[in-house]
């Protein structure tokens, strides 16, 4: 058995590749948006939207290796 109960290998392993291709997917958004000088967000301050689009970025990249570490073999 591993720490999910083993029939939730699978729900881990599709939770933690979303949050972390969601999180990537946003940090380069965020990266290029930023690097052209160009709003991350409409209607919202410029600096504010970068600051809080890199923290949920960064906070779903965590997420989702977080998600990956509670998979474990089962042997």
Known sequence: MN???GTETGPAVFAGT???LFGGALLLWTAFRA???EPVADGT???ASAVLALAFGV???LLGVWCF???QGTS
Do not use: E
């Open 45 to 47: 301050p410029p600096v």
């Open 35 to 37: 690097r052209c000088r």
């Open 18 to 20: 979303v949050f972390v």
């Open 3 to 5: 720490a999910l109960g």
């Open 69 to 71: 570490t509670r998979i």
């Open 59 to 61: 906070g779903f990249l």
